[in-house]
């Protein structure tokens, strides 16, 4: 039997093998791996300590909130403070960016959701963490954070699930650990991730499909459509947690999407705490991410808590999805 790479010890790796991934890099995703464990272990059993339900608040982009979303927040804003690598911290359960510390040497910011898909968790469904790390430009807090996806120097999720399993990308590939329990450790368990080319699934919140613009509407038609030539019907997966679904078409291939309806006319998914972070990891898996008509990497952010449209996974599934916008679905392939 093999000894386990633990984090430590590849990223410790990772830190030879490349110039830019640096030490300072390296705590930060430590850290995240501490807090995750931490979460992780609250989370089987919040059911018995009594931080499952709803607290009677909302967030501060207006989604109802859990018990486990504020402790979950209190979790990943305490871990990073304590690196003094952190001069800020943008979190869809702070209304304004949180300044963690002025010292010169808090070379980063961070974007993070820190319990993803938290309405999963009264019914024991997966659940995420999902993060992104900016190097400070020099500028204002606000000016380091609203940047574009495509300038994280580090990115990625945590599932808690079955089991628990962090994925990250700091520019060099894709990896991914899984929380070996009894060790206490995150072991690598899949190495440099590679989303396929196309796949069989796609996930949607179907519940809004009247609501969808026609284009939208058609191609989902056509995804479930009898045609086994041109691989089809697709298969519907949804879980309700975005990091989940993403996982799923990060290992397996096929696309999620999540457009504009009357409720979300801007889209309901948020840019740099969800969106941008999970394109890194997209693109450097060899997926794609996309508004449906931009990069989503190339999206300027403009706004802390912006929300938008995203389509995300296997770069055959999402060109699908954007040619449904551009054309009539007869010209589709």
């Given at each position: 039997?093999?000894?386990?790479?633990?984090?430590?010890?590849?990223?410790?790796?990772?830190?030879?093998?490349?110039?830019?991934?640096?030490?300072?890099?390296?705590?930060?995703?430590?850290?995240?791996?501490?807090?995750?464990?931490?979460?992780?272990?609250?989370?089987?059993?919040?059911?018995?300590?009594?931080?499952?339900?709803?607290?009677?608040?909302?967030?501060?982009?207006?989604?109802?909130?859990?018990?486990?979303?504020?402790?979950?927040?209190?979790?990943?804003?305490?871990?990073?403070?304590?690196?003094?690598?952190?001069?800020?911290?943008?979190?869809?359960?702070?209304e304004e960016i949180k300044q963690?510390?002025?010292?010169?040497?808090?070379?980063?910011?961070?974007?993070?959701?820190?319990?993803?898909?938290?309405?999963n968790t009264d019914i024991n469904?997966?659940?995420?963490?999902?993060?992104?790390?900016?190097?400070?430009?020099?500028?204002?807090?606000?000016?380091?954070?609203?940047?574009?996806?495509?300038?994280?120097?580090?990115?990625?999720?945590?599932?808690?699930?079955?089991?628990?399993?962090?994925?990250?990308?700091?520019?060099?590939?894709?990896?991914?650990?899984?929380?070996?329990?009894?060790?206490?450790?995150?072991?690598?368990?899949h190495e440099n991730i590679r989303?396929?080319?196309?796949?069989?699934?796609?996930?949607?919140?179907?519940?809004?499909?009247?609501?969808?613009?026609?284009?939208?509407?058609?191609?989902?038609?056509?995804?479930?459509?009898?045609?086994?030539?041109?691989?089809?019907?697709?298969?519907?997966?949804?879980?309700?947690?975005?990091?989940?679904?993403?996982?799923?078409?990060?290992?397996?291939?096929?696309?999620?999407?999540?457009?504009?309806?009357?409720?979300?006319?801007?889209?309901?998914?948020?840019?740099?705490?969800?969106?941008?972070?999970?394109?890194?990891?997209?693109?450097?898996?060899?997926?794609?991410?996309?508004?449906?008509?931009?990069?989503?990497?190339?999206?300027?952010?403009?706004?802390?808590?912006?929300?938008?449209?995203?389509?995300?996974?296997?770069?055959?599934?999402?060109?699908?999805?954007?040619?449904?916008?551009?054309?009539?679905?007869?010209?589709?392939?």
């Open positions: 039997m093999s000894v386990g790479v633990t984090l430590s010890r590849h990223l410790r790796e990772e830190e030879a093998r490349h110039p830019d991934m640096t030490v300072e890099l390296s705590t930060l995703l430590d850290q995240l791996g501490f807090a995750s464990k931490i979460l992780s272990r609250e989370i089987g059993r919040a059911a018995l300590v009594g931080q499952l339900g709803l607290i009677g608040e909302t967030n501060p982009t207006g989604d109802p909130q859990k018990k486990l979303d504020v402790y979950g927040n209190q979790i990943m804003v305490e871990a990073f403070a304590r690196t003094g690598l952190v001069a800020g911290i943008v979190s869809e359960e702070l963690v510390t002025g010292a010169e040497s808090a070379r980063y910011v961070l974007s993070i959701d820190p319990v993803d898909g938290s309405s469904g997966a659940i995420g963490t999902i993060f992104g790390v900016y190097r400070r430009t020099g500028g204002s807090l606000e000016s380091d954070l609203l940047r574009k996806g495509s300038e994280q120097v580090l990115a990625g999720y945590v599932m808690y699930s079955t089991s628990t399993m962090l994925v990250y990308t700091c520019g060099h590939g894709v990896h991914g650990f899984t929380l070996d329990r009894d060790l206490g450790e995150f072991l690598l368990s989303c396929p080319a196309r796949g069989k699934y796609y996930s949607a919140n179907l519940g809004r499909y009247q609501d969808w613009e026609p284009n939208i509407r058609g191609c989902v038609d056509w995804l479930t459509q009898n045609d086994p030539a041109t691989g089809r019907p697709y298969s519907l997966r949804y879980s309700g947690a975005l990091v989940g679904d993403f996982h799923r078409c990060l290992l397996e291939g096929g696309f999620y999407f999540y457009p504009p309806d009357s409720s979300h006319k801007q889209g309901k998914l948020r840019l740099l705490y969800e969106a941008a972070p999970l394109g890194l990891i997209a693109r450097e898996a060899g997926g794609r991410a996309s508004t449906g008509r931009q990069d989503i990497l190339d999206v300027q952010a403009t706004d802390i808590h912006q929300r938008l449209p995203l389509v995300i996974g296997s770069a055959h599934e999402v060109g699908l999805y954007e040619q449904f916008l551009s054309r009539s679905a007869a010209v589709v392939t």
